[in-house]
């Protein structure tokens, strides 16, 4: 296992605005060994914050319905009963209705960025992460339905309205405007991206400028 972390993952790289396809080789939390359990986990939970859980439902003392007793008790040949906000009525309270109280369950800092590895990883293995450079060349919608289209069709991909994720890094996020019409896909800041978008997002559009390393400044500049 050891070995296999250390192993680099290479990806088409598509280029805009050109035909040659070239390759990016991805950093090790790309091609690290998958851990299914931690994957489903953070799934859950992302898939949790998903529901406001705001449903609340009336108990029988907070319906607004009259207190008066509904028969006498006996004689009557019927039941004993005493208001009609009880459960059994209609128009009474709920027994065991939702409180409306949002339990947040979370994930601890490590295992999000674990579980995004592992997700990233199976992802890759599958065949389903593609490099994407140039973006800032693209200034129209066409122009960037074009870029993905010529994806697609040369990862012989399904490419009438199909399920993707584009993650961008900090200097490529002006190009989002041309992106955001296009059906089917959804843009991510790296910085954002999580195991949920990975996994439930289809093919992943990886940003190669996001890899860049950062310049450092020389003496004199300092």
């Known amino acids: 296992m ?14 805009a605005g050109k035909k040659a396809v070239g390759s990016l080789s991805l950093p090790t939390e790309y091609s690290q060994e998958p851990n299914e359990a931690l994957i489903a986990q953070a799934v859950h ?5 998903l529901h406001p859980k705001t449903a609340k439902a009336k108990t029988r003392g907070e319906v607004d319905i009259t207190g008066k007793k509904i028969y006498r008790r006996k004689g009557t040949g019927g039941a004993r009963h005493g208001a009609r906000s009880a459960p ?3 128009g009474g309270g709920k027994a065991h209705g939702p409180k409306g109280i949002k339990r947040l369950i979370e994930l601890p800092q490590k295992m999000r960025r674990k579980a995004l590895s592992s997700a990233l990883s199976e992802k890759t293995k599958n065949g389903k ?11 129209k919608t066409k122009d960037a339905q074009a870029f993905i289209d010529s994806i ?7 490419s009438e309205h199909p399920s993707i ?3 961008l890094s900090e200097k490529s996020l002006g190009t989002r405007r041309v992106f955001t019409n296009i059906k089917g896909l959804q843009m991510v800041p790296y910085v954002d991206l999580n ?6 997002g289809g093919t992943l559009l990886v940003d190669a400028s996001i890899f860049d390393k950062p310049k450092t400044k020389s003496k004199s500049e300092k």
Do not use: C, N, P, W
Not at 152 to 158: A, I, V
């Open 152 to 158: 697609m069709s040369g990862e012989k991909l399904k």
């Open 2 to 15: 050891s070995g296999r972390r250390s192993q680099v993952s290479k990806v088409h790289l598509y280029t």
């Open 195 to 200: 195991a949920y978008h990975v996994v439930m």
């Open 165 to 167: 994720v584009l993650t």
């Open 88 to 90: 059994i009525f209609v």
């Open 129 to 139: 992460v593609i490099g994407v450079e140039g973006l800032s060349g693209l200034k």
């Open 45 to 49: 939970v992302y898939r949790d914050h």
